[in-house]
């Protein structure tokens, strides 16, 4: 599940603006028959968002976009990661 955690625009001249958000991606994994999660799973799952996202940018169409620091915190039945 991908949310929109904080969206900000900003004036820089008369005619760009700098706009800046940050994501939260909250992962699940399937659960055990006591409905527990893997911790590894959710751990290599949040591993793979981190990775994916350590540029520090990315190119989008005629756009680069800036990626900031990127976290994540794995709890006992998810995982989050928080992409500026």
Same mark, same amino acid.
């Given at each position: 599940?991908?949310?929109?955690?904080?969206?900000?625009?900003?004036?820089?001249?008369?005619?760009?603006? !700098?706009? =800046?958000?940050?994501? &939260?991606?909250?992962?699940?994994? /399937?659960?055990? %028959?006591?409905?527990?999660?893997?911790? *590894?799973?959710?751990? !290599?799952? =949040?591993?793979?968002? &981190?990775?994916?996202?350590?540029? /520090?940018?990315? %190119?989008?169409?005629?756009?680069?976009? *800036?990626?900031?620091?990127?976290? =994540?915190?794995?709890?006992?039945?998810?995982?989050?990661?928080?992409?500026?």
């Amino acid at each position: 599940m991908t949310l929109l955690q904080s969206d900000t625009m900003e004036c820089r001249s008369h005619d760009t603006v !700098a706009r =800046s958000i940050t994501a &939260l991606v909250t992962l699940f994994c /399937p659960v055990d %028959e006591y409905h527990n999660s893997d911790m *590894d799973t959710l751990s !290599a799952m =949040s591993d793979a968002v &981190l990775e994916h996202f350590s540029a /520090p940018g990315m %190119e989008v169409g005629d756009r680069w976009l *800036d990626i900031g620091k990127v976290s =994540s915190n794995v709890q006992y039945d998810y995982a989050e990661a928080s992409i500026p």
